[in-house]
Each structure stands twice: as C-alpha cells, then as structure tokens.
C-alpha cells in the first residue's frame, strides 16, 4: 500500500525506471510512463518487451519514479502484478488499461474506442508494481 506521501508524488510525477531480472540473473531496466494506481504504480507495456517476458518469469522488481529534473524520487521494490491478454478477463484488463492511461496522463484519452481497439492490437498489458518497501527523497 502507497503512504499519502508517495501516492501524491506518483500522482504527479510520470517518469520511471522499471529494473528487473534477466534470464541470466543480470538486471534489465527500462523506461517506462507511469501512475499511481491501487496499491502500486502502474504502467503498460506490449507482449514482446522484454520487461514484460523478464516480469513474468521473475516478479520481483524496483520501479524508480522521478520528477523531471530527477532530483527527487521515490522507488519502490517489491512484485510486479500483469495483467494481460489471456490470462485476464476481457472487460476487466480493458478498464485496467484506461486507468493505468488516467493514472499515467492525468487525463482522458480523446476517443476510447480507438485506444481499446489499439490495445488489442498491440496485445497491451497492465503491469502494476507493488512494493514491499519505499525509499527515496520524496517519502
């Protein structure tokens, strides 16, 4: 669960580094947009990342979120939560997937029907990572 104190800074601050494990044991980061959302912070990403096939072999993850200047930041380690295509119901990864957008833009998308059809086709899933623990200037 996010204290206040984190959910208000990944309410407002989008940009993040997701570290994970590769195959080999060797740490695999990326970039990625995200949001505060549930008891985590969110973000979406496509079948075939890497992150993604790292994730679901090995859940265990740190997901750093700065602010623009990345002076102030907070990260958060613990387990990555997917849901996707497959393995999720339909109706309830597509609200996922607007929510993680709302929790990541701090906005509505302007036509929903057209990202729905884009998520499908992209074979989107929703990654939510959440920590065990929580450290960085702004907790």
């Known amino acids: 669960m996010l204290s206040d104190n984190v959910r208000a800074f990944t309410t407002e601050n989008h940009q993040g580094v997701l570290s994970c494990f590769r195959r080999n044991g060797m740490p695999q980061m ?11 912070v969110a973000f979406t990403t496509t079948a075939d990342r890497a992150k993604l ?3 679901k072999r090995d859940s265990r993850c740190s997901l750093m979120v700065s602010q623009r200047d990345w002076w102030g930041y907070v990260v ?14 339909a109706d309830e990864l597509r609200l996922a997937l607007r929510d993680v957008y709302r929790a990541a833009t701090k906005g509505e998308h302007p036509n929903w029907e057209e990202y729905d059809q884009a998520m499908v086709a992209d074979r989107r899933s929703a990654v939510i990572v959440v920590p065990d623990r929580v450290y960085g200037t702004a907790v």
């Open 30 to 40: 990326s970039v990625v947009t995200c949001g505060a959302y549930g008891d985590g």
């Open 53 to 55: 096939l790292n994730l």
């Open 76 to 89: 958060l380690e613990g387990e990555a939560t997917i849901l996707s295509p497959g393995e999720t119901d």
